[in-house]
T-cell receptor, first 115, second 110 residues
Framework: EPEVTQTPSHQVTQMGQEVILRCVPISNHLYFYWYRQILGQKVEFLVSFYNNEISEKSEIFDDQFSVERPDGSNFTLKIRSTKLEDSAMYFC?????????????FGQGTRLTVV | EDQVTQSPEALRLQEGESSSLNCSYTVSGLRGLFWYRQDPGKGPEFLFTLYSAGEEKEKERLKATLTKKESFLHITAPKPEDSATYLCAVQEGSQGNLIFGKGTKLSVKP
């Protein structure tokens, strides 16, 4: 069964460092998303991506965040200068479409710890 | 104010004891309501999508229903392996991003 794959499963980084979280969405899907979940809190939307550009973003997705689809299969989230409060599980998701009748399928997540 | 509210926050059941989880929402123009299951340290696993009031979906011991203001996830004769956090999310806007509730943590004891 096709699945969304995320690497690494766990990343520890120093405050102020840049991190890149990687995702391989399901191959025939067209919409890609990043969500995050701070420990004990709800899953929050960060950004959606379609046709090689950002289609929507939340207030959380500020200038320190960027996304890219560098090679037609990978989808990355870059955090330029990490802060302690960026520590969270980051989930990548993909769906065949962004409209009705489109479930989003999630990866297993990358646990980011900023120290 | 939360747009998606789930209750209860936690629910403990004995194996075989049926119950329901609630998800109420306040978004206007609902495009879809989704139920996910999340195991500790894992990503949300898709269960159901509901689009219209009156719609029902079933999968094994789970049944989801939708009204104009809320959705219920009914669990019939649960087993210990049903223990997980159940997340409700609504879809609004044209691009499909989801707004999640805080979830209901279900524990089923043998």
């Amino acid at each position: 069964e096709p699945e969304v794959t995320q690497t690494p499963s766990h990343q520890v980084t120093q405050m102020g460092q840049e991190v890149i979280l990687r995702c391989v969405p399901i191959s025939n899907h067209l919409y890609f998303y990043w969500y995050r979940q701070i420990l004990g809190q709800k899953v929050e939307f960060l950004v959606s991506f379609y046709n090689n550009e950002i289609s929507e973003k939340s207030e959380i997705f500020d200038d320190q965040f960027s996304v890219e689809r560098p090679d037609g299969s990978n989808f990355t989230l870059k955090i330029r200068s990490t802060k302690l409060e960026d520590s969270a599980m980051y989930f990548c998701a993909s769906s065949p479409q962004g409209q009705r009748n489109t479930e989003a399928f999630f990866g297993q997540g990358t646990r980011l710890t900023v120290v | 104010e939360d747009q998606v509210t789930q209750s209860p926050e936690a629910l403990r059941l004995q194996e075989g004891e049926s119950s329901s989880l609630n998800c109420s929402y306040t978004v206007s123009g609902l495009r879809g309501l989704f139920w996910y299951r999340q195991d500790p340290g894992k990503g949300p696993e898709f269960l159901f999508t509901l689009y219209s009031a009156g719609e029902e979906k079933e999968k094994e011991r789970l049944k989801a229903t939708l009204t104009k203001k809320e959705s219920f996830l009914h669990i019939t004769a649960p087993k210990p392996e049903d223990s997980a956090t159940y997340l409700c999310a609504v879809q609004e806007g044209s691009q499909g991003n989801l707004i999640f509730g805080k979830g209901t943590k279900l524990s089923v004891k043998p």
